[in-house]
């Protein structure tokens, strides 16, 4: 067991390496956790909306662990919703993630490899998750159109991806693993929250998309997986924090994580935790330029290795 300190107070992780995301955070630690993410009284500033990127498929795969066959270190993702007018916890609506693996590649995607969307090296062998029954949803707006521009999927692969409702107090925890990297982005996590709706048979049914977002994660914190295995053979060149077209530079209101995990030994897990305040009667569908309607970018800019 490894024990980490930090604005949660003591945190202990256990299993790690190439069991990623088979690590548990014991009924303590996930209340420290959850304390240190609820801790202001105060409303926070609205959480910025950003563009949902080219690898959205609505899967609706209700689920806490995401990690399938992904290896990697693990990663324990602690996420609050809260109405940023009230600051009372937003209950029983769903929260979603998705994010490439640590060499990079979105799952519905393998054949994009990690080039950022266009080309790039695909994955040297197939990984073998549960499909699901029906084909990938294509996304909407076809292959070029939306936030972002839409790729159009390449498999039925759905590791790293995941929705859950919010408990009442707003909570959802995922076991995933710390993302690796791609051309032209920092290292991130792509979320969506809905709200209005309900879980029925069919996956969440009414309501409407309020918020789309990204989790950033430190500098340090990336460049503290870079010699672990699998993220050290990633060599696309990586793009930093401060150098990613996208992130806003705002900290916690940007979808910048909290992080805890031991700085000499980060492959033994981590956890991130962050409080997003929305609008819940607002729709924020991720289309279009991050903060509101417009162009997309077509490009980054020129990226240098770290």
């Known amino acids: ?75 324990l993702l602690v996420l609050r919703a809260v109405d940023s007018a009230t600051c009372k916890p937003i209950r029983n609506s769903a929260v979603e993630i998705w994010h490439c693996d640590a060499s990079g590649v979105y799952s519905g995607y393998t054949q994009n490899g990690n080039g950022g969307g266009g080309g790039g090296t695909p994955p040297s062998s197939m990984p073998s998750g549960p499909p699901p029954t029906d084909a990938p949803t294509a996304p909407p707006g076809g292959p070029d159109g939306g936030g972002g521009g839409h790729a159009t999927p390449t498999d039925n692969l759905t590791w790293l991806r995941g929705i859950q409702m919010t408990d009442h107090e707003g909570f959802v925890v995922f076991r995933t693993v710390f993302p690796g990297w791609y051309a032209g982005r920092a290292v991130h996590i792509h979320t969506k929250v809905h709200t ?50 996208l992130y806003p530079g705002t900290g916690a209101q940007g979808g910048l994580l909290e ?19 929305v609008d819940p009667n607002a729709t924020n569908d991720g289309a279009g330029a991050p903060g509101g309607p417009g162009p997309v970018p077509t490009a980054p800019p020129s990226s240098s290795a770290s």
Not at 53 to 74: M, Q
Not at 259 to 277: C, F, K, P, Q
Request: charged share 15%.
């Open 196 to 245: 209005g709706g309900s879980r029925t048979s069919d996956g969440y049914t009414g309501g409407r998309t309020c918020h789309t977002g990204q989790f950033y994660f430190s500098e340090d914190s990336v460049k503290a997986t870079a010699d672990s295995a699998p993220y050290s053979a990633n060599t696309m060149t990586r793009m930093t924090l401060d150098q990613d077209f």
């Open 1 to 75: 067991m490894l024990a980490l300190s930090g604005a949660a107070g003591a945190v202990v992780l256990g299993g790690a390496g190439a069991a990623a995301g088979r690590g548990a955070a014991n009924s303590s630690t996930l209340d420290s956790v959850k304390a240190a993410a609820s801790a202001s009284s105060a409303c926070m500033p609205l959480t910025t909306e950003q563009i949902e990127g080219p690898y959205y498929i609505d899967y609706e795969l209700f689920r806490g662990n995401v990690v399938e066959d992904r290896t990697g270190i693990p990663l």
């Open 259 to 277: 992080l805890l995990y031991n700085s000499r030994h980060i492959e033994h897990g981590v956890i991130g935790y962050i409080t997003m305040a």
